[in-house]
């Protein structure tokens, strides 16, 4: 294997520790988090009522459950990481791309995760200081935003990358103490909204505001919305499941993701449905629910510190890691993991996450389901070559041949197969894209519909065109010239 790629190594079964306890609690520290609420919330402030809510977000990622345990498996089995595991359906080179695209995705949910925490900053800061600096507090028509806030994005960027620096065992000092105190921030404010509101009758009386035909057109994009939340994750799954002991421990410690996400989406649903009856409207940022508040100095420092934590802890290994290693590898002689992690801040910019974040429609229709059109196609490509194709058998050895006769060298080390079939299923979600940006004015229903169920359309269309266009262009790829198509390792090793 080669030695610049000693970090994409397989993991071995004596080091495959985790358990399904620790799966499990790997993904509700996942989902404990900040952007989860802003989920939850924006469903609210589109009109749908608490449970109409729940149902939506419990259904989503009910059903995004089957891909995630579907590319959980060859983690166990072969100990191999995500990048690798795109090389057989892609190619050995053409892995890069699904790889970048999946770096982009993480770079700007750095973005919107970093913006959050620069806004618990930013409200941190003096009101003194605000006043006598009213000049930069004006947004910019150019930027979108105002020159102290977007300040405090860039200083908060920057504090994660010296923390980042520092080692990951600084992050792991602080994850210790982000979820217990994001935790125990909900569960006071779960308690003040009760309290407020008169119990939870009040709590959560706030009605549907749509008509039957409404909610429909709301439902399915806000529906593919919640799927693609967690389908980035879900594509690169294998990351985390490589360590764990068997395929039962994956199944065992993740069956459990939509009882997670409906636990939480209902504490947050309960708090956001109570701002209407407590302040007449509903609020969805936890950020601007604390300024509201009429609490102590003292417990908004500690609730907005709490905030800063569970974002740093979330963001840096979500989604700065991520992308500074794939840099490293698409260039190991030109990029270290320091330059790669500056990059991946700097790409964030350009995400403009106040922008994103600018109404609950730009977060879940413009952002969610924007991504939902790159990512979909991926898993699908990757689900149906390694099952359908290859049968869940892998050339280990071959995913680090860069051999013109290697087992996934194809075409120049790219298979036109997946790549065909990936830009025919993301072609007809560009139109409705497009429209939904506002770059283009009018597009054919048919588009809209189609974006609006941007995940179900590039998922299906994606799977069945590399299946079609890989029976018909048979080209090898599927045996290795010594037909040694299993783990260096038998499971009882």
Not at 77 to 101: C, E, K, T
Not at 109 to 126: D, K, R
Not at 239 to 252: A, G, H, I, P, W
Not at 433 to 462: C, K, P, R
Request: glycine share 8%.
């Amino acid at each position: 294997m080669a030695g610049g790629e000693d970090h994409l190594n397989p993991i071995p079964p004596s080091l495959q520790s985790y358990t399904w306890l620790d799966m499990s609690s790997l993904w509700f520290s996942m989902i404990v988090n900040v952007p989860s609420y802003y989920t939850a919330s924006s469903l609210v402030s589109l009109g749908m009522s608490w449970y109409q809510a729940l149902l939506t977000i419990v259904a989503g990622n009910t059903i995004l459950l089957f891909p995630l345990l579907l590319a959980s498996h060859p983690g166990p089995l072969y100990g191999l990481s995500f990048p690798l595991l795109l090389r057989p359906s892609f190619g050995i080179y053409g892995a890069f791309v699904p790889s970048l695209l999946r770096a982009l995705v993480a770079c700007g949910w750095s973005a919107v995760e970093s913006w959050i925490g620069a806004q618990s900053v930013f409200i941190l800061l003096p009101s003194s200081f605000k006043s006598s600096s009213s000049w930069v507090l004006h947004p910019v028509p150019y930027l979108g935003t105002s020159v102290l806030e977007f300040l405090a994005f860039l200083f908060f960027l920057v504090a994660q990358l010296v923390i980042l620096f520092r080692g990951m065992n600084a992050v792991r000092f602080l994850s210790k103490f982000s979820s217990p105190v994001l935790l125990g921030l909900t569960g006071w404010l779960f308690v003040w909204a009760y309290t407020k509101a008169g119990g939870f009758g009040p709590m959560l009386s706030a009605p549907c505001r749509l008509d039957p035909t409404q909610f429909w057109v709301v439902f399915f994009p806000s529906l593919t919305a919640n799927i693609a939340s967690w389908s980035p994750v879900t594509l690169n799954i294998s990351d985390f499941t490589r360590f764990v002991k068997s395929e039962k421990d994956q199944v065992l410690g993740q069956v459990w993701l939509p009882v997670f996400v409906g636990l939480w989406s209902f504490v947050s649903l309960a708090i956001i449905s109570s701002t209407e009856v407590i302040y007449g409207e509903i609020i969805t940022s936890p950020i601007d629910l604390m300024s509201e508040i009429d609490s102590s100095i003292i417990v908004k420092i500690i609730a907005f510190f709490g905030i800063i934590l569970a974002i740093i802890t979330t963001n840096i290994p979500a989604n700065f890691v991520a992308p500074a290693n794939t840099l490293v590898s698409l260039s190991p002689s030109k990029f270290n993991f320091a330059q790669g992690a500056i990059a991946t801040a700097i790409v964030s910019i350009f995400f403009q996450p106040w922008r994103i974040l600018s109404s609950s429609r730009s977060f879940l229709y413009k952002w969610l389901v924007g991504y939902a059109t790159v990512v979909s196609p991926i898993t699908s490509i990757l689900l149906a070559d390694y099952y359908i194709l290859r049968k869940t058998i892998l050339d280990v050895n071959g995913l680090y041949s860069t051999s013109t006769s290697g087992p996934y060298y194809y075409v120049r080390g790219f298979n036109i197969p997946a790549f065909a079939a990936l830009g025919l299923s993301i072609a007809p979600l560009v139109p409705g894209f497009l429209h939904e940006l506002g770059l283009v004015q009018q597009v054919g229903e048919v588009f809209v519909v189609i974006y609006d169920n941007a995940w179900f359309f590039g998922f299906f269309s994606a799977g069945i065109v590399h299946l079609a266009l890989s029976y018909l262009n048979r080209n090898g790829g599927t045996r290795s010239k010594m037909g040694l198509l299993e783990p260096l390792w038998s499971q009882s090793d």
